[in-house]
């Protein structure tokens, strides 16, 4: 891990009255974790209380050791099995999944093993931090300076990204035009860190809003079919990602695979094609940040004119009132209340959504784990909202915050809900999202889908079969019920 992240907690040796077999990297989740040496994934998946663990196999000295990676989340995994990873390759993010100590996500923490005389599989647990500071591996650089290790990202200081010095991008690599000042910076440091790279495609026209506003660029890779072009293509993806705060990145596409600044990844649908499927160039996403004449963003990032304005939410706007015979009398209290939290989410919206969800029966857990009235993921209720505080909190003064409670639930509904609204509003301001049907279906699809699918396709979700055989009808039918169950509504 990057110097400066994380912090030295449980050693190798007896703990509890059983042996802890490695080293514990406390730090934020997500945090990268890079490989610790050339090598070989050999698994990828579910472990008893690891989580999900990574091992990989190394050749080192004609011996075979084995680094192990535990509690991360699936969804945080960026390497698979079979795949060859070179030292310093990210290769996922800190999590807090299956056994740790707290529980969520104050006990993130990366649990590393190391496995001699014959790796993870027949070999023998040994202390990590002897092996690692004997210089069988390379630590990440916090200087600032390009890595000298091949394959290790370098970490750029914050705010260096952004500085005067680096030199415009020349016209032979691609134009600055049209382009807004985060994606700019980008497109420079791209050609200051990574000479190979001699073609970057930036403004155009284009369905989809990033190219046209300004925000994103194409950085083609050269040979891309060639190992040595794919891993070119991995090592620019890893710096981005790597210094996402200081480039102010967004999100980026590699290989038919989306990777969110903020750790979401998922595999793309086919597209037919190599550049459609992004196999032959890195697109980065950036937050933005204005043109650099200060001109404004343009049609492109401007509500349609035929938009609803997003004070017209349809039947989910704070004033409309809840038809309670329609919902059982010991829930409508609650999503009355929660109606009052935010002026874009009303109590017709929240009960026809936990109907939705749940059908209002309470102790349900979906087959991917989610819980209670209002379906929470456990790392979502427990997640902090602006506010400082988790989105499940003790609504109902029992002196417990739990999915489980119906004034916990639908409060911690409203506020997720909220949430949401807020982000999608924000969205549209800016230009980055279109909602030509009114915002509300924008908001419930956050719910279903994240709301940073939302942002990725620049208004209702798109580029996966999920989104129109589970998103779409999930949102129909929560605007359709909530017309029902509102007083206001004819």
């Not at 997500?30 to 472990?47: F, H, L, S």
């Not at 079979?82 to 104050?106: E, M």
């Not at 999930?474 to 509102?486: C, E, G, K």
Request: charged fraction near 15%; aromatic fraction near 6%.
């Amino acid at each position: 891990m990057a110097e400066g992240t994380y912090t030295l907690t449980s050693g190798f040796g007896m703990r509890w009255g059983t042996q802890h077999q490695g080293q514990d990297f406390a730090a934020a989740p997500k945090t990268p974790i890079y490989a610790v040496a050339d090598g070989v994934v050999a698994r990828v998946g579910a472990a008893s209380g690891f989580g999900i663990w990574v091992v990989i196999d190394h050749n080192i000295g004609g011996e075979i050791v084995s680094s192990v990676y535990g509690h991360m989340f699936a969804e945080d995994v960026y390497v698979e099995q079979g795949q060859s990873v070179r030292v310093g390759q990210l290769i996922a993010g800190v999590g807090y999944n299956g056994h740790t100590v707290p529980a969520g996500p104050d006990g993130a923490h990366l649990h590393l093993e190391i496995w001699t005389g014959g790796g993870r599989f027949g070999g023998v647990a040994i202390d990590p931090m002897p092996w690692l500071q004997s210089g069988s591996t390379s630590s990440v650089s916090s200087t600032g300076a390009p890595s000298t290790t091949p394959g290790v990202p370098t970490v750029l200081e914050a705010g260096t990204a952004g500085q005067t010095e680096l030199a415009p991008m020349p016209a032979a690599i691609g134009s600055e035009r049209g382009l807004q000042v985060d994606t700019i910076r980008l497109a420079r440091t791209i050609v200051a860190q990574f000479p190979q790279v001699r073609d970057i495609d930036g403004h155009r026209e284009d369905d989809l809003p990033d190219h046209p506003s300004g925000r994103a660029i194409d950085i083609m890779i050269p040979d891309p079919t060639s190992g040595q072009g794919k891993a070119l293509g991995d090592r620019v993806a890893d710096f981005v990602l790597t210094n996402a705060a200081a480039l102010r990145i967004d999100y980026l596409i590699w290989r038919q695979t989306y990777r969110s600044a903020t750790g979401e990844s998922n595999v793309m649908e086919d597209r037919g094609g190599a550049t459609a499927n992004h196999q032959d160039h890195v697109h980065v996403t950036t937050l933005g940040g204005g043109y650099p004449d200060g001109a404004p963003i343009g049609p492109v990032a401007t509500n349609p004119a035929d938009a609803a304005p997003l004070t017209e939410c349809g039947p989910t706007i704070g004033e409309t009132e809840l038809e309670s015979r329609t919902v059982p009398a010991d829930l409508a209290v609650w999503y009355q209340l929660g109606g009052t939290l935010c002026p874009q989410i009303g109590a017709p919206l929240l009960a026809a959504q936990g109907k939705q969800e749940s059908g209002f029966q309470r102790g349900l857990t979906s087959s991917s784990g989610a819980q209670g009235l209002a379906q929470f993921l456990p790392g979502t209720a427990t997640a902090l909202a602006t506010d400082g505080r988790p989105y499940v909190i003790d609504a109902d003064g029992n002196g417990v915050a739990s999915v489980w409670d119906d004034g916990d639930a639908i409060i911690g509904q409203a506020r997720y809900m909220c949430g949401i609204a807020d982000k999608v509003d924000a969205w549209i301001r800016e230009g980055r999202v279109v909602a030509p049907n009114g915002p509300a279906e924008l908001y419930l699809a956050g719910y279903n889908a994240g709301e940073y699918a939302v942002l990725r396709s620049g208004g209702f979700p798109t580029g996966s079969p999920d989104y129109e055989v589970q998103t779409r009808p999930y949102v129909a039918n929560i605007l359709a019920t909530a017309t029902q169950m509102s007083t206001t509504m004819s």
